[in-house]
């Protein structure tokens, strides 16, 4: 990418008030949100510009804003990491205000009318697009597509910067020479049809349908519709549609199509294909919704000041052991480097699991493995191997050490069962007297006969 990320679109303002909610109100049936604390963030273009600009890019953002409180608490949010090049507002700075309790929204509030209205644009604007590497159009129909300039500017750029475009219902159609759209399910539907290609169903098929009309109708290169849980389908010209599926993700989805588009759009900017672009925006907003999406984003704000996405501790090994040892069931753990994954680990794992109520699997680091089998293995990273070992039902979370062996990591797990192997048996344990020490049991499995990473290697050729 030769220039920055140009982010052009509508900014909103997005205020969360989140309190307890344990009694109702005494003259209506209505919740009462008691110790409520309030947390802000920028929206729309926004949010999607702050996550770029959190992955350590050159991001400017052309928007509209109002000279109010709210708009000026916007710039302060926004300025610290990133340069904001402003048109004006007509009207109040648009604020969505969430009221939430206990993981959940029980009422919102919408305020602000103000929208980009035509004018002059001045050189700074001009000269942001004119030098933009790569430009994400971030609309939330709030006028910035409608900007007579600023869409001319869009249109002449176009066969020459790639641009993603993130629609919006009431927004203005991507400029000819689009790169890529990125419109949600319902979003899909309601383009589709207002432009007269009504498609009925829902799901995969008929997402693929909207997206072929709409590539077709509006001269776009791809359009990826993206479908929640389900992921994103990617129709690129080619007659099989691209389908990326979601990995499971737990929490508020609130500003997940905003970190889709934007980490599209710098795969985009890196000289990435669309299906590439596609992939990397579906994993980045099941991470950003895992992390605890726009809300932690807030959070982060106010307690830091940073952006910046941290990893989601929902499959942490430490906490589901804990979670289980305070339901009173029994933790099982067992370890290994789990290097070419076989049917002997998977018989040994099934039977590991039925020990107990969960199992958590301690897996060699890089550096631990080639230390105990040379400088030739791991055959596949830790990362690889705890994504295929996750995969598996019997696995309830996997932890990754680096020491020579699990000892010191199973004083801190204190799992009430160890189990490895039987082809240990007759051979000390170095971590066995880590178990004991917390009251666990050390056990060995029977194996399957002639199961092993080295043989599997050997009889390929490879290194033993």
Same mark, same amino acid.
Not at 2 to 25: E, H, K, Q
Not at 71 to 94: I, K, W
Not at 111 to 137: F, N, S
């Given at each position: 990418?030769?220039?920055? /990320?140009?982010?052009?679109? &509508?900014?909103?303002?997005?205020? &969360?008030?989140?309190?307890?909610? %344990?009694?109702?109100?005494?003259? #209506?049936?209505?919740?009462?949100?008691?110790? *409520?604390?309030?947390?802000?963030?920028?929206? !729309?273009?926004?949010?999607?510009?702050?996550?770029?600009?959190?992955?350590?890019?050159?991001?400017?953002?052309?928007?509209?804003?109002?000279?109010?409180?709210?708009?000026?608490?916007?710039?302060?949010? /926004?300025?610290?990491?990133?340069?904001?090049? =402003? /048109?004006?507002?007509?009207?109040?700075?648009?604020?969505?205000?969430?009221? @939430?309790?206990?993981?959940?929204?029980?009422?919102?509030?919408?305020?602000?009318?103000?929208?980009?209205?035509?004018?002059?644009?001045?050189?700074?604007?001009?000269? *942001?697009?004119?030098? *933009?590497?790569?430009?994400?159009?971030? &609309?939330?129909? @709030?006028?910035?597509? @409608?900007?007579? *300039?600023?869409?001319?500017?869009?249109?002449?750029? #176009?066969?020459?910067?790639?641009?993603?475009?993130? =629609?919006?219902?009431?927004?203005?159609?991507?400029?000819?020479?689009?790169?890529? /759209?990125?419109? %949600?399910?319902?979003?899909? @539907?309601?383009?589709?049809?207002?432009? !007269?290609?009504?498609?009925?169903g829902s799901g995969p098929s008929a997402a693929a349908r909207r997206a072929r009309f709409l590539a077709d109708t509006w001269n776009v290169a791809g359009v990826a519709v993206t479908l929640g849980a389900s992921g994103a389908l990617l129709f690129n010209g080619i007659g099989t549609p691209f389908l990326v599926p979601a990995e499971p993700a737990v929490g508020d989805p609130c500003g997940a199509g905003d970190s889709f588009a934007g980490r599209a759009a710098q795969v985009i900017a890196d000289g990435g294909e669309l299906t590439e672009a596609v992939s990397a925006g579906v994993r980045y907003a099941s991470e950003f919704v895992n992390a605890g999406g726009a809300l932690a984003l807030a959070t982060r704000l106010a307690e830091d000041g940073s952006p910046a996405l941290r990893p989601a501790r929902a499959c942490d090994a430490f906490d589901t052991a804990e979670r289980v040892r305070q339901a009173g069931g029994t933790v099982v753990a067992t370890g290994g480097c789990f290097d070419l994954l076989h049917a002997g680990h998977v018989s040994l794992l099934q039977q590991a699991r039925r020990l107990g109520d969960c199992l958590i699997v301690c897996v060699n680091s890089d550096a631990s493995v080639r230390r105990r089998k040379g400088p030739t293995r791991p055959v596949t990273t830790a990362d690889d191997r705890v994504r295929v070992l996750q995969a598996l039902s019997a696995v309830d979370a996997t932890v990754v050490f680096d020491d020579d062996t699990p000892a010191p990591l199973l004083e801190r797990l204190r799992p009430d069962v160890w189990v490895k192997g039987a082809d240990y048996a007759g051979e000390p344990l170095p971590e066995a007297d880590a178990v004991r020490a917390h009251g666990g049991e050390v056990v060995l499995l029977p194996l399957l006969e002639g199961r092993s990473t080295t043989r599997l290697l050997s009889s390929a050729g490879g290194v033993g």
């Open positions: 990418m030769s220039g920055p /990320l140009v982010v052009v679109g &509508d900014v909103l303002m997005d205020v &969360d008030i989140i309190g307890g909610a %344990n009694r109702l109100c005494p003259d #209506a049936p209505v919740p009462v949100i008691e110790q *409520a604390v309030e947390r802000a963030r920028p929206g !729309g273009a926004g949010l999607a510009a702050l996550l770029a600009a959190a992955d350590g890019r050159d991001v400017q953002l052309v928007t509209a804003l109002a000279d109010d409180e709210a708009g000026r608490r916007l710039r302060s949010l /926004l300025d610290p990491h990133l340069e904001v090049v =402003p /048109l004006h507002l007509q009207g109040g700075t648009p604020q969505k205000m969430r009221i @939430r309790s206990g993981g959940q929204s029980i009422a919102r509030l919408d305020v602000g009318e103000g929208e980009a209205v035509d004018g002059p644009i001045g050189p700074a604007v001009m000269d *942001a697009l004119r030098g *933009a590497g790569t430009i994400l159009v971030s &609309d939330y129909g @709030r006028g910035m597509t @409608r900007h007579a *300039a600023v869409r001319s500017l869009l249109a002449g750029l #176009a066969p020459q910067v790639p641009v993603v475009w993130d =629609p919006h219902p009431r927004g203005e159609p991507p400029v000819p020479g689009t790169r890529l /759209l990125t419109p %949600n399910e319902d979003e899909a @539907r309601r383009l589709s049809d207002a432009e !007269g290609g009504e498609v009925d």
